[in-house]
């Protein structure tokens, strides 16, 4: 897209957020989805956005983003290998009773939620050192992302009650993204025209401006989570097939690329 006719849509989108969104607050009363996406549902409507799960920007070659508190999402994407799809480490045809197991194994149980085990909060590898469960996040030479776990680094005392001896490695892979499909994802997400994000101001809970930032490619997404700044956030839990593998950042960072606002 071109310098002027980007402008010119740039011009097209604040238009419709001024005349939709600015001044409001979400209203979420005619809404049956769950509490989370309510509101993202609703500046969707506003904004003329149809409600899909293609990977493309969302309106106009740019991705909207809307207000959140602390962190915001790039992008719910699954690994391409998880070992409790592996007939390696997990019995045949056993789907979520495998899936069930893992978190089990790798997980934590949530005392919020009866104890419901999840491969979320803690256990969620990140890159660095290992955590307290044995995994972490590292990246290889072709840019691949893989969750790897060290039954040496697992700090639990009781592991030898909860790891089974052919899961009992220092170079366990857990779970893997390869770098050209998430590559993709990436790019024809966000690298188009670049994104946008609707601001509330967060005392009155009002929209009260649109900012924008340059089209994201995979060079610079993998080099931010390299650094830390886009991490896994993984939300898998039993009780519910996705696998709510999230990939974001905490707001400075998008804030840091900010190149413009309305």
């Given amino acids: 897209m071109g310098t002027e006719k980007k402008e010119q849509v740039i ?32 500046l969707e ?47 045949k045809n056993k789907g979520t009773k495998n899936r069930d197991k893992f978190m089990e194994i790798f997980g934590a149980p949530n005392s919020k939620r009866n104890n419901r085990y999840a491969w979320s909060g803690k256990p969620t590898p990140k890159i660095g050192s290992y955590n307290e469960f044995g995994q972490k996040l ?4 072709q840019n691949n992302i893989i969750a790897v776990y060290s039954f040496k680094s697992d700090k639990r005392k009781n592991k030898k009650k909860i790891i089974p001896l ?15 499909i998430i590559a993709l994802k990436v790019e024809n997400k966000f690298n188009k025209s670049g994104w946008f994000k609707c601001i509330e101001n967060t005392k009155t809970g009002v929209y009260s401006h649109i900012v924008f930032g340059g089209p994201i490619n995979f060079k610079s997404w993998i080099n ?5 700044f886009i991490f896994f956030d993984s939300g898998m839990h039993v009780g519910n097939n996705r696998p709510y593998s999230n990939w974001r950042a905490n707001n400075k960072y998008w804030d840091s690329l900010v190149i413009g606002k309305y």
């Fill in 224 to 228: 931010g989570v390299k650094k830390g």
């Fill in 166 to 180: 052919t899961m009992r490695k220092d170079d366990l892979i857990l779970a893997k993204w390869r770098a050209q």
């Fill in 45 to 91: 409507n506003q904004m003329r956005i149809t409600h899909n799960a293609n990977n493309a920007p969302d309106l106009w070659g740019f991705e909207m983003k809307n207000h959140t508190t602390s962190k915001t999402t790039f992008g719910d994407w699954s690994a391409d290998y998880y070992i409790f799809k592996d007939q390696k480490y997990f019995l």
């Fill in 11 to 42: 011009k097209r989108i604040v238009r419709l957020f001024n005349k939709n969104v600015k001044g409001k607050k979400p209203n979420t009363s005619s809404s049956n989805l769950g509490h989370d996406g309510k509101a993202g549902h609703w």
């Fill in 138 to 141: 590292i990246i290889d030479k």
